[in-house]
């Protein structure tokens, strides 16, 4: 299958910083990557939908001051989190879909755990 | 909307023992259905997926999943279970369109006793 390379794999950061997160669409041209959350022992929760040149659509109950997202190429996006906070600790996992064969399913990412102290 | 139904928060099994998985899904438009296997602060590995064609769908690890459009489920089984088939699994729904996010429900943790 394709791969998406997510990065970092895990991160700590103080209160009040702000955390980059990379996703890259290795061996494919990712048209569309979304972003999801997910806390632990629960399900992954849509963040947003970014396609490639566009804004990205938040879901309802996203901040999107708060969590910035950019898909500046066809192979990264990146979810940058602001002014981090301890409740933003999370497990985030990105993944991407493609054109054509690479459309029938989305690839993930190998997700970041971020802990904000 | 999509939505994603997975009935038993938590399932256990013996090794050996049948594995079964319920997930029933909503959707107003041809589905495409998946399931995903996740182990501790790990990303997601596809099992397997239903786009359209075949309704039983064969996928990896044994496991294989049957698409009933009737009953709107698409249910993960797999004959004997490994210990290393614990973990948490996800069935997931999507629209056909490419561009559309995966729908996921909220998971089944299998346990495996020796």
């Known amino acids: 299958g394709a791969v998406v390379s997510q990065h970092p794999s895990w991160v700590i950061c103080k209160s009040g910083t702000s955390v980059k997160i990379e996703c890259r669409s290795l061996?494919?041209?990712?048209?569309?990557m979304f972003w999801y959350r997910q806390f632990p022992k629960q399900s992954l929760m849509l963040m947003a939908t970014s396609n490639e040149g566009s804004k990205a659509t938040y879901e309802q109950g996203v901040e999107k001051d708060k969590f910035l997202i950019n898909h500046a190429s066809l192979t990264l996006s990146t979810l940058t989190v602001t002014s981090a906070h301890p409740e933003d600790s999370s497990f985030y996992i990105c993944?991407?879909?493609?054109?054509?064969?690479?459309?029938?399913?989305?690839?993930f990412g190998q997700g970041t755990r971020l802990t904000v102290v | 909307a999509q939505s994603v139904t997975q009935l038993g928060s938590h399932v256990s099994v013996s090794e050996g023992a049948l594995v079964l998985l319920r997930c029933n899904y909503s959707s107003s438009v041809p589905p495409y259905l998946f399931w995903y296997v996740q182990y501790p602060n790990q990303g997601l590995q596809l099992l397997l997926k239903y786009t359209t064609g075949a309704t039983l769908v064969k996928g990896i690890n044994g496991f294989e999943a049957e698409f009933k459009k009737s009953e709107t489920s698409f249910h993960l089984t797999k004959p004997s279970a490994h210990m290393s088939d614990a973990a948490e699994y996800f069935c997931a729904v999507s629209e056909a369109q490419a561009g559309t996010a995966l729908i996921f429900g909220k998971g089944t943790t299998l346990s495996v006793s020796s």
């Open positions: 061996d494919f041209q990712a048209t569309t």
């Open positions: 993944s991407a879909r493609g054109l054509g064969g690479r459309g029938t399913e989305a690839f």
